[in-house]
């Protein structure tokens, strides 16, 4: 299928072609074509220009093409969510209500909810109900323009439960438009019944789980929530070390609720991303900046647990790649829409409309591995392409809060027309 999206206000392209993801001022780096036009054929972009270039070039290819007028939008790549633990049973609105009246996140996680809960309620359902429930929740995150989801285990801690929520995640990834990129987080919390003998959980991680996920191929990334009263850095970097010995890259919730030297353990580990980073320290963030660790900063969660905002602009100002991404989970951060966490980012982080860009597009693209192929606009790039219906860059988050997608083309296939899913 051939298709041509005409003439939008602005089609949204980074003007340097650095390899890898993008530092300090390359952060903000967008390059507007005004009137621009996208040429797409099969799954690939074939060209980006103005239209009157792309008759020249392309004569043939314009006569067989669908074509959409993007006449008063803003055309830019799909957005990817590269921080998700999207496969879960249950909510937990009930928490939250507890948490408005004075509990904190840790003192329901330390009394059996939180995290346990949510392993309860999915150890309970079945596969057919987590498929069902997640693909409710894939399409939301379509409607709302994003192409790439991460997708993270963490809630079976157990061999049996962790399993299916990656074989529902592998399912999903082969039958729904998203893109899925799953990783093991069976570090997520230590099961109730390990209390006292956390180190048998980890040694149960590293003997048994991580060589199944690796041999049965459910990931690529290994996850640890490193974090006070869940696993110390030591038992953290055990895991990561096991994982990596299986070819598993790893990623670190790090420095969440409490400074725990988390940044600095990703930076020695070589993770290629530290996560959350609320309270990450000075050194921290340099050595991350050092290593080119990225940094993925989901300002939702600090909202929605009213903690402080990771230091966004001291990250980027010291030069660590900067992502951003929902953490969608029932617990810290129930939602779906990137763009309002992009607004998040403006608001309470310091970043500009162009690092929020870059951060949920072609950074996000490299936290998963996959800067070359996703996260751009570039010929040759998989065409994972959305259409705003606002005139200009800047209005998607001075009109906040509100879905402007309009159509989204996820591998060179309309998939969101005018808002609804195909
Ligand atoms: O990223 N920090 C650990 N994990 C999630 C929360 C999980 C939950 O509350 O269910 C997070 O914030
Ligand atoms: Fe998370």
């Not at 008759?55 to 998700?84: F, R, S």
């Not at 909810?113 to 359902?125: M, Y």
């Not at 990561?240 to 020695?268: N, V």
């Not at 219906?389 to 296939?413: C, E, P, S």
């Amino acid at each position: 299928m051939t298709i041509l999206i005409k003439n939008a206000n602005e089609v949204i392209t980074f003007k340097s072609v650095a390899q890898g993801p993008r530092i300090k001022e390359q952060m903000q780096d967008v390059a507007i074509i005004p009137y621009g036009s996208v040429l797409i054929e099969n799954d690939r972009i074939v060209a980006i220009g103005p239209f009157t270039q792309l008759e020249v070039d392309y004569p043939d290819l314009l006569t067989v093409a669908e074509v959409i007028d993007a006449t008063g939008k803003v055309v830019m790549p799909g957005l990817v969510d590269c921080h998700t633990h999207l496969v879960h049973g249950g909510t937990r609105e009930q928490e939250f209500n507890m948490r408005l009246n004075g509990s904190t996140y840790m003192d329901i996680m330390n009394a059996g909810g939180g995290i346990h809960a949510t392993t309860k309620q999915t150890r309970e359902a079945s596969f057919d109900e987590l498929y069902g429930k997640t693909l409710r929740h894939l399409d939301v995150f379509l409607k709302h323009g994003i192409t790439t989801v991460e997708a993270k285990s963490g809630y079976g801690l157990d061999w049996e439960n962790e399993r299916k929520q990656l074989e529902v995640a592998k399912k999903l990834h082969a039958t729904h438009a998203i893109d899925i990129v799953s990783t093991f987080m069976g570090a997520h919390a230590v099961p109730r019944d390990y209390k006292g003998r956390e180190d048998e959980f980890v040694d149960i991680l590293v003997d048994d789980m991580l060589p199944k996920v690796a041999e049965l191929g459910l990931a690529e990334f290994n996850d640890v929530f490193c974090e006070k009263g869940v696993f110390t850095p030591e038992q953290s970097r055990r895991i990561l070390e096991a994982g990596k010995a299986l070819q598993l890259t790893p990623k670190i919730h790090a420095d969440e609720i409490e400074p725990y030297k988390g940044a600095e353990l990703a930076a020695e580990v070589g993770a290629i991303s530290a996560e959350h980073l609320l309270v990450a320290s000075d050194e921290g963030i340099q050595k991350m900046a050092a290593t080119g660790t990225i940094a993925v900063l989901l300002p939702g969660t600090a909202f929605f647990l009213r903690a402080p905002f990771a230091r966004g602009r001291l990250m980027i100002d010291e030069g660590v790649p900067v992502a951003i991404s929902t953490d969608f989970n029932p617990g810290s951060s129930p939602t779906m829409s990137l763009p309002f966490i992009m607004n998040l980012a403006c608001m309470h982080m310091g970043m500009t409309l162009e690092e929020v860009l870059t951060a949920t597009t072609i950074n996000a693209a490299y936290a998963l591995n996959r800067g070359h192929q996703i996260g751009s606009l570039e010929v040759g790039k998989q065409a994972d392409v959305i259409m705003l219906d606002v005139a200009n860059y800047k209005q998607l988050q001075y009109f906040y809060g509100m879905n402007h997608t309009h159509t989204v083309i996820k591998n060179g296939r309309i998939v969101v027309q005018d808002g609804i899913l195909l």
